[in-house]
C-alpha cells in the first residue's frame, strides 16, 4: 500500500474515532426546501463517481457549488462549466487546512439553500460543512456508520443497489433533479487534435488497458502479468494497445510495458483528463481494474471489460450496453464495503488472481465482434461468470 493509501486510511480511521464527538454537536434539525435554487453538492474522493453524479447535475439550472477535490477540478470545469468549484488540494498537502477553512468561511458568507452530502461514512465533512453553512444536510445514513445526527434528511442505505441509483435517490430526497442513463460526456475537440498528435495520428484499431486503481486498496488490481499477457494476444492481432495511468503509477505501467515485450505502450503522466477523455471515446475497448477510467468510458458509451474482486459488479460494475463485469464471486469476495468504511485487511488478492487471462481476452473477443449498441440499452453484462 502506498504512503498516500495509508495516509487516507488513518484519515478514516481518525474520522471514525471523533463520530460520537460530532454527532452530539450536531444541533437541531433544519428544514429541507422542496425546490432548491441553491445547492452545495459534496463528494471528495472518486473520479468514477464524479462522472456518475454528472448527467443528474448538469440537469440541475439552479446555482450549483461543488465541494471536491482539486483533482476533480479539469473533470469538472469540462463537464459542469456552469458549477462552482470548491477544491481542497490533497490531505497531506500543508494548504489543505487554510483553504478548508477559507472555503468554511466563504460558506458561512454565503450559505446554499441545501447540502447533499454524497459520501457514505466519513462523518468530519459533513459535520464541518453543516455547521459553517447552517443549511440543512442531505445524505446517506449508512448502517453502523452514526451519521443520522448529522443529517436532516437521512436516506437509507441499501446494499444491494448500484452506486449511480443510490446517489440519484440523495439528490431526488434534496431536490435536485436525477438522470438514470450514463453520460454522456463531453470531449472538447481540441483534445481530440492534441490527442493524435502524441500518438502520431490514426493507425489500428486501439485497445486501452488500465492496470492502475488510484490510491485506494491495490486488492482492486488484476495482476500486470497478466496485462501484459492480455497486450501480447490483442497486439498479435493487429491492434493497438495502450496503457493508461497517473505519474504515480508509472512504474507499474512500465512493468506492464517490459513484460508485454513492447506489444503495449504506456501513457503514464502523458494524458490530461481531456485527452484521456478523446482516448477513451476513439477506443475500440478499455479493459480496466474498477476505477475511474472505467466510469469514463462507460459514460462515453465505448466497449468496457470491467475486473472486480474486492467490488462487487453489482454495485460498481459499468451500467451502458456493450459491457462486460468479470467476478470470481469468491466466499470473501466483495471485501471493500460502505458499511465497514472502505477498509479491508487482505493481502493476497485471491479474487483477481481468479481472473484467467483466457476469460477476459474471451470477454474482449465477444465485445469487439458485437454490433454498435444503442447505448440506452439494457447492459449486455455477465456477472460471476467465472463462479
Same mark, same amino acid.
Given at each position: 500500500?502506498?504512503?498516500?493509501?495509508?495516509?487516507?486510511?488513518?484519515?478514516?480511521?481518525?474520522?471514525?474515532?471523533?463520530?460520537?464527538?460530532?454527532?452530539?454537536?450536531?444541533?437541531?434539525?433544519?428544514?429541507?426546501?422542496?425546490?432548491?435554487?441553491?445547492?452545495?453538492?459534496?463528494?471528495?474522493?472518486?473520479?468514477?463517481?464524479?462522472?456518475?453524479?454528472?448527467?443528474?447535475?448538469?440537469?440541475?439550472?439552479?446555482?450549483?457549488?461543488?465541494?471536491?477535490?482539486?483533482?476533480?477540478?479539469?473533470?469538472?470545469?469540462?463537464?459542469?462549466?456552469?458549477?462552482?468549484?470548491?477544491?481542497?488540494?490533497?490531505?497531506?498537502?500543508?494548504?489543505?487546512?487554510?483553504?478548508?477553512?477559507?472555503?468554511?468561511?466563504?460558506? /458561512? $458568507?454565503?450559505?446554499?439553500?441545501?447540502?447533499?452530502? !454524497?459520501? @457514505?461514512?466519513?462523518?468530519?465533512?459533513? *459535520? &464541518? +460543512? %453543516? #455547521?459553517?453553512?447552517?443549511?440543512?444536510?442531505?445524505?446517506?445514513?449508512?448502517?453502523?456508520?452514526?451519521?443520522?445526527?448529522?443529517?436532516?434528511?437521512?436516506?437509507?442505505?441499501?446494499?444491494?443497489?448500484?452506486?449511480?441509483?443510490?446517489?440519484?435517490?440523495?439528490?431526488?430526497?434534496?431536490?435536485?433533479?436525477?438522470?438514470?442513463?450514463?453520460?454522456?460526456?463531453?470531449?472538447?475537440?481540441?483534445?481530440?487534435?492534441?490527442?493524435?498528435?502524441?500518438?502520431?495520428?490514426?493507425?489500428?484499431?486501439?485497445?486501452?488497458?488500465?492496470?492502475?486503481?488510484?490510491?485506494?486498496?491495490?486488492?482492486?488490481?488484476?495482476?500486470?502479468?497478466?496485462?501484459?499477457?492480455?497486450? /501480447? $494476444?490483442?497486439?498479435?492481432?493487429?491492434?493497438?494497445? !495502450?496503457? @493508461?495511468?497517473?505519474?504515480?503509477?508509472? *512504474? &507499474? +505501467? %512500465? #512493468?506492464?510495458?517490459?513484460?508485454?515485450?513492447?506489444?503495449?505502450?504506456?501513457?503514464?503522466?502523458?494524458?490530461?483528463?481531456?485527452?484521456?477523455?478523446?482516448?477513451?471515446?476513439?477506443?475500440?475497448?478499455?479493459?480496466?481494474?474498477?476505477?475511474?477510467?472505467?466510469?469514463?468510458?462507460?459514460?462515453?458509451?465505448?466497449?468496457?471489460?470491467?475486473?472486480?474482486?474486492?467490488?462487487?459488479?453489482?454495485?460498481?460494475?459499468?451500467?451502458?450496453?456493450?459491457?462486460?463485469?468479470?467476478?470470481?464471486?469468491?466466499?470473501?469476495?466483495?471485501?471493500?464495503?460502505?458499511?465497514?468504511?472502505?477498509?479491508?485487511?487482505?493481502?493476497?488478492?485471491?479474487?483477481?488472481?481468479?481472473?484467467?487471462?483466457?476469460?477476459?481476452?474471451?470477454?474482449?473477443?465477444?465485445?469487439?465482434?458485437?454490433?454498435?449498441?444503442?447505448?440506452?440499452?439494457?447492459?449486455?453484462?455477465?456477472?460471476?461468470?467465472?463462479?
Amino acid at each position: 500500500m502506498s504512503l498516500a493509501s495509508r495516509f487516507i486510511d488513518a484519515l478514516k480511521q481518525l474520522d471514525a474515532g471523533v463520530a460520537p464527538l460530532l454527532a452530539r454537536g450536531a444541533g437541531a434539525s433544519r428544514e429541507v426546501p422542496d425546490h432548491p435554487r441553491d445547492a452545495l453538492v459534496v463528494r471528495l474522493w472518486g473520479l468514477g463517481n464524479l462522472a456518475l453524479l454528472t448527467p443528474s447535475l448538469a440537469r440541475f439550472d439552479g446555482r450549483l457549488r461543488v465541494f471536491t477535490l482539486e483533482r476533480h477540478r479539469a473533470f469538472l470545469r469540462t463537464q459542469l462549466p456552469h458549477a462552482e468549484l470548491l477544491t481542497l488540494p490533497e490531505p497531506h498537502d500543508p494548504r489543505w487546512l487554510p483553504r478548508l477553512v477559507s472555503h468554511l468561511r466563504a460558506l /458561512r $458568507a454565503d450559505p446554499p439553500e441545501v447540502v447533499v452530502e !454524497l459520501e @457514505t461514512f466519513l462523518h468530519a465533512p459533513l *459535520a &464541518l +460543512l %453543516r #455547521r459553517a453553512s447552517r443549511a440543512p444536510c442531505v445524505g446517506l445514513d449508512t448502517p453502523g456508520q452514526r451519521r443520522s445526527a448529522l443529517l436532516d434528511r437521512g436516506v437509507r442505505f441499501d446494499a444491494t443497489e448500484h452506486v449511480a441509483l443510490r446517489f440519484a435517490r440523495v439528490l431526488a430526497a434534496a431536490g435536485l433533479p436525477t438522470s438514470a442513463t450514463p453520460g454522456p460526456l463531453h470531449v472538447p475537440r481540441t483534445a481530440r487534435r492534441r490527442l493524435d498528435a502524441l500518438l502520431g495520428g490514426r493507425g489500428a484499431e486501439r485497445i486501452v488497458l488500465h492496470p492502475g486503481s488510484g490510491d485506494h486498496f491495490p486488492g482492486r488490481r488484476w495482476p500486470p502479468e497478466r496485462f501484459a499477457e492480455l497486450a /501480447r $494476444a490483442l497486439a498479435a492481432q493487429g491492434h493497438q494497445v !495502450l496503457l @493508461t495511468g497517473t505519474r504515480g503509477e508509472a *512504474a &507499474l +505501467l %512500465r #512493468r506492464v510495458e517490459r513484460l508485454s515485450g513492447g506489444a503495449a505502450r504506456s501513457l503514464a503522466g502523458a494524458l490530461q483528463i481531456d485527452t484521456l477523455l478523446a482516448l477513451l471515446d476513439d477506443a475500440a475497448l478499455l479493459v480496466s481494474n474498477d476505477t475511474g477510467p472505467l466510469h469514463l468510458a462507460d459514460a462515453l458509451h465505448t466497449a468496457c471489460v470491467a475486473l472486480y474482486g474486492p467490488n462487487t459488479p453489482h454495485r460498481y460494475g459499468p451500467r451502458g450496453a456493450h459491457t462486460r463485469a468479470l467476478f470470481a464471486d469468491l466466499p470473501c469476495s466483495p471485501c471493500l464495503d460502505d458499511r465497514g468504511r472502505k477498509r479491508s485487511s487482505c493481502a493476497h488478492f485471491a479474487c483477481m488472481q481468479a481472473l484467467p487471462v483466457s476469460a477476459v481476452l474471451h470477454a474482449c473477443h465477444a465485445l469487439l465482434r458485437a454490433p454498435a449498441t444503442n447505448p440506452t440499452s439494457t447492459p449486455d453484462t455477465e456477472l460471476h461468470e467465472l463462479a
